[in-house]
């Protein structure tokens, strides 16, 4: 373990003393970019994420780390490549508290190659395995366990037509069943793969029609041997992508990822496919701005939760987190992150409340860190100071969502500074609608009691506060 390597930084823990367990958002990383791409619960309460250290580009790492229920890290471990040139995209668990990760790695040969390690519960390299073909860059984007303990890996490799998807089985010891490609007039790629109930196993990701310049969503299941069963392909004549895929709890299929097709601007999706692959429903998560999925978990009641990144035009991004009925229907929204742009990779259900993990912003210097968060039911860190927020200039937001009313402060100094007091703080809807204008109080406070103009209490949903010095800040009324 490299200690010099590791901030372990405080976000926010709180003690949840009536069920004896710990709510807390921590970010854990060293002088390079971490990201989060897999979490899972160990027996002990504690936390393994497995994630990427990326030095520069095309020189990284696979960084594990093991945190106790109160997100203290225990130990944190960077793995040594052959070569030192990896780019992770996805990850695993292996059924007993350790994982596999997929990505690629720059071969002698110049080009890249798929790249498989699996790495067990005290964060040591069982195997590490190359595949590819000679000069001819071949990608690792995604793997799941398969039902004798073995992983398929799909990904993608690029031919004289394009990119094509690929998928490949192996066993326990990296010993390879088979491999198989799936190839179109276009371009096609791999994001994501599930196992399904009858052995067999369903891709998603993203293809381009033949002199198509957007993507439609690719999904397609293989049976056990790799052969294709069924393609299809949702979407419309915009940006349509499937960034995760897993069968449901009736053996359908559920998507999520981000579209253009069913809404405005780029808005986060979630569909439902019966077991042949044929639309029930899609849901979008519209505002202003964008929002793209990446992780995607179905809860022990049937509905969904989802993790990605969120932002309003002209700011960075947020960790948004949403849950949904079993009928899509939102039930809750709520957002993470500081100065910087932060993202969600992966969500799972605790039977007490959710983890996720993703990547938050540092500094120019660090970039980001891998983000862990440990969420109640409600998706909150703690009452009265879920999403709170603190930036350079003090600002902090609370309570973030809010019922009646949500208070925005200042430092004072900031205030006296910049000649404030008095302008006016300007509240917007999800349309980008100016529904409320308020004075900045003196000593640099408002509190917006969630009412239009008219002082009729405002829809639930996302609203940005825009404050005079054009700071801003997105809150949710419930």
């Known amino acids: 373990?490299?200690?010099?390597?590791?901030?372990?930084?405080?976000?926010?823990?709180?003690?949840?003393?009536?069920?004896?367990?710990?709510?807390?958002?921590?970010?854990?990383?060293?002088?390079?970019?971490?990201?989060?791409?897999?979490?899972?619960?160990?027996?002990?309460?504690?936390?393994?994420?497995?994630?990427?250290?990326?030095?520069?580009?095309?020189?990284?790492?696979?960084?594990v780390l093991k945190v106790d229920k109160h997100g203290e890290l225990v130990w944190s471990k960077l793995i040594v490549d052959t070569l030192g040139g990896v780019i992770l995209h996805g990850a695993c668990g292996d059924g007993s508290g350790g994982c596999v990760v997929v990505g690629q790695e720059r071969s002698s040969r110049g080009d890249w190659d798929m790249f498989i390690q699996w790495i067990d519960s005290s964060g040591?390299?069982?195997?590490?395995?190359?595949?590819?073909?000679?000069?001819?860059?071949?990608?690792?984007?995604?793997?799941?366990?398969?039902?004798?303990?073995g992983w398929v890996v799909v990904g993608n490799t690029i031919t004289s037509q394009g990119w094509d998807v690929t998928a490949t089985r192996l066993d326990r010891t990296g010993y390879v069943w088979w491999s198989k490609s799936y190839s179109s007039a276009g371009t096609d790629l791999a994001y994501a793969v599930t196992r399904t109930y009858d052995r067999g196993y369903v891709i998603a990701g993203a293809t381009y029609p033949t002199n198509a310049r957007f993507s439609d969503i690719l999904l397609f299941k293989v049976d056990y041997w790799g052969y294709l069963v069924w393609q299809r392909s949702f979407g419309d004549s915009l940006w349509d992508e499937a960034r995760a895929v897993i069968e449901t709890k009736d053996s359908g299929i559920a998507l999520a990822g981000f579209s253009s097709s069913y809404g405005e601007d780029i808005d986060g999706y979630l569909l439902c496919a019966n077991a042949?692959?044929?639309?029930?429903?899609?849901?979008?998560?519209?505002?202003?701005?964008?929002?793209?999925?990446?992780?995607?978990?179905?809860?022990?009641?049937?509905?969904?939760?989802?993790?990605?990144?969120?932002?309003?035009?002209?700011?960075?991004?947020?960790?948004?987190?949403?849950?949904?009925?079993?009928?899509?229907?939102?039930?809750?929204?709520?957002?993470?992150?500081?100065?910087?742009?932060?993202?969600?990779?992966?969500?799972?259900?605790?039977?007490?409340?959710?983890?996720?993990?993703?990547?938050?912003?540092?500094?120019?210097?660090?970039?980001?860190d891998v983000y862990l968060i440990r969420t109640n039911s409600s998706g909150n860190v703690g009452v009265g100071t879920e999403g709170r927020r603190r930036t350079a200039n003090g600002l902090r937001v609370y309570p973030n969502p809010f019922r009646k009313w949500v208070c925005v402060t200042l430092n004072g100094e900031w205030?006296?500074?910049?000649?404030?007091?008095?302008?006016k703080v300007r509240i917007f809807n999800?349309?980008?609608?100016?529904?409320?204008?308020?004075?900045?109080?003196?000593?640099?406070?408002?509190?917006?009691?969630?009412?239009?103009?008219?002082?009729?209490?405002?829809?639930?949903?996302?609203?940005?506060?825009?404050?005079p010095d054009n700071q801003r800040v997105k809150v949710v009324k419930m």
Do not use: H
């Open 1 to 63: 373990m490299n200690q010099k390597l590791i901030k372990g930084a405080l976000c926010l823990v709180l003690l949840n003393f009536a069920s004896g367990w710990t709510l807390f958002e921590r970010s854990y990383g060293g002088k390079a970019a971490e990201e989060g791409l897999f979490v899972v619960p160990r027996a002990d309460s504690g936390f393994f994420v497995a994630g990427y250290a990326d030095s520069a580009p095309g020189y990284g790492r696979t960084y």
């Open 124 to 149: 040591a390299l069982v195997w590490r395995k190359n595949l590819g073909s000679t000069d001819v860059n071949d990608i690792g984007a995604a793997v799941c366990q398969t039902e004798d303990g």
């Open 276 to 368: 042949y692959g044929l639309m029930r429903w899609v849901r979008t998560f519209p505002k202003v701005g964008y929002e793209k999925f990446y992780g995607l978990a179905q809860t022990q009641d049937g509905g969904f939760v989802l993790t990605g990144e969120s932002a309003f035009p002209g700011e960075e991004a947020d960790l948004m987190f949403l849950r949904t009925n079993p009928g899509g229907e939102m039930l809750w929204q709520r957002f993470y992150g500081g100065e910087g742009d932060d993202c969600g990779r992966a969500v799972v259900e605790t039977g007490d409340g959710f983890v996720l993990t993703g990547k938050t912003w540092t500094d120019s210097i660090n970039r980001s």
């Open 415 to 423: 205030g006296r500074r910049n000649g404030e007091w008095g302008k």
């Open 430 to 467: 999800q349309e980008g609608v100016l529904v409320q204008n308020l004075p900045l109080k003196e000593g640099n406070w408002v509190v917006w009691n969630g009412c239009d103009f008219s002082n009729r209490p405002v829809a639930k949903g996302v609203y940005m506060i825009l404050l």
